[in-house]
């Protein structure tokens, strides 16, 4: 990590008061050069996040071990033995996309792109076979779908959404291969992976204060299960995806696959069994009643989130471009 210079002048920059020595006594600021480089920045906030003291490799073994243990604790007014539960989601979700972005993924070789040509005013277009075009879509271009609209009686033509979802995937199709829809699409949805988070944690809070005691919890107490929940979702998925990165170096063994989904298998058990556990850690109801609790939202949560996703999606894919 970078050094840093104190500043000559005693007088605090937060607060104005003097500093005797190299903190400031009132607000406890260290008095030095404000000035400081990405590197010290960078570093210095990392090591700030998981030095010792701060309890941060406690808070990662109870996230991932001991189901609603941080919740609890955090509720209880433990807050600084473990990292803030906000401050650990935005940390864990820069490490995943962070590492998912690095990995290596399989790309579309040259070959199997579309091949350009020049158009007269000098501008790159693609071929695409035209009977594909019309296979998926019933137009081989936007010309010839204007055209045969205005042929159409009123009562048969396209409006509103119905026209604005064939223009799209006309346009689509013609402009990209199959293959490399999937590229740009894949690569869309990656992108919009924590927009998507963000809209789908307030609801499962919420889908959890529906289903609880409204005058002994708070929606706020459901939105730190939350966090905590979908930050173990991270993590987990975070080092699944590393293992199934080092294990794809060995895809050339016959139980490469088999290991593969026996990997997938687990962390998909372990994501409910940790709802189901934290569910009933947390409440502190009845087995059987925090069980059907827990079943019933994880339903509605998962119609919800499909729901987002369906919706997420549709529009990432008439939007690939």
């Known amino acids: 990590m970078g050094k840093f210079k104190l500043r000559t002048d005693m007088t605090c920059l937060n607060c104005g008061q003097v500093v005797d020595k190299r903190f400031c006594p009132n607000c406890g600021q260290e008095n030095k050069e404000p000035k400081e480089s990405f590197h010290y920045l960078f570093f210095h906030t990392i090591e700030d996040l998981v030095h010792y003291d701060s309890g941060f490799w406690k808070t990662i073994l109870f996230l991932l071990f001991y189901p609603a243990k ?187 696959s088999s290991l593969l989904n026996l990997l997938t298998f687990i962390l998909i058990c372990w994501w409910l069994f940790y709802f189901y556990r934290s569910h009933s850690r947390m409440y502190g109801e009845r087995k059987y009643i925090s069980r059907i609790k827990a079943t019933l939202i994880l339903l509605i949560n998962l119609i919800l989130i499909s729901s987002v996703w369906i919706i997420m999606l549709f529009y990432l894919a008439l939007n690939v471009n």
């Open 70 to 256: 941080l919740t609890k604790e955090y509720l209880a007014g433990k807050r600084k033995m473990y990292v803030v539960p906000v401050k650990l989601y935005i940390f864990i979700s820069f490490i995943t996309f962070f590492i998912l972005s690095i990995l290596p993924t399989s790309k579309i070789s040259e070959n199997e792109l579309m091949k350009f040509t020049k158009t007269e005013n000098g501008q790159k277009k693609k071929i695409n076979s035209i009977s594909e075009i019309k296979a998926i879509t019933g137009y081989s271009s936007l010309a010839e779908y204007d055209s045969i609209q205005k042929t159409l009686p009123e009562y048969k033509k396209s409006s509103g959404f119905q026209k604005y979802i064939e223009k799209h995937l006309i346009k689509t199709s013609s402009e990209n291969t199959p293959k490399e829809f999937m590229q740009k699409f894949l690569s869309s949805v990656f992108k919009n992976i924590p927009k998507t988070l963000f809209i789908i944690m307030p609801l499962f809070a919420l889908i959890l204060w529906l289903f609880h005691n409204k005058k002994k919890w708070y929606y706020f107490d459901h939105g730190i299960f939350t966090l905590h929940y979908f930050s173990m979702i991270l993590l987990s998925f975070t080092i699944f995806s590393v293992l199934d990165w080092f294990l794809g170096l060995f895809k050339e063994s016959a139980d490469f």
